[in-house]
């Protein structure tokens, strides 16, 4: 039984996975491709082992897949807003497309002080 949980699991995940990164892009670590990964994959083991069937490890990782895909979303949307400035240990940064930080003046973050 346990071993049909662990197949349902995995196959869930990555039928998730694919789903994630399918139309991604250049840009696949994106926010919501991450959080629909990680939310079914931990969807799938919370459904698998409360539940004690394939069906449970599946309809988890279908549940938690959505909700981590709505969280990134929502990261990605606050990401945007803010057009790569971070507000980081009471100062702000910027963050270009490869990731690296440089310090800018505190007017150029949106953040009510």
């Known amino acids: 039984m346990t071993i049909r949980i662990v197949k349902a699991a995995v196959v869930a995940v990555l039928a998730l996975a694919a789903l994630g990164f399918a139309g991604a892009g250049a840009n696949a670590q994106n ?26 490890a599946v309809t988890g990782a279908v549940v938690g897949g959505a909700t981590g ?22 100062r702000c940064y910027y963050r270009d497309n490869r990731g690296r930080m440089s310090r800018v003046s505190n007017n150029r973050c949106n953040r009510r002080r």
């Open 31 to 56: 926010s919501t491709a991450r959080g629909a990964i990680i939310g079914g994959a931990a969807g799938a083991a919370v459904g698998g082992a409360v539940s004690g069937t394939a069906g449970g």
């Open 69 to 90: 895909a709505a969280v990134g979303a929502s990261r990605d949307r606050n990401r945007r807003y803010n057009r790569g400035y971070v507000w980081r240990n009471g």
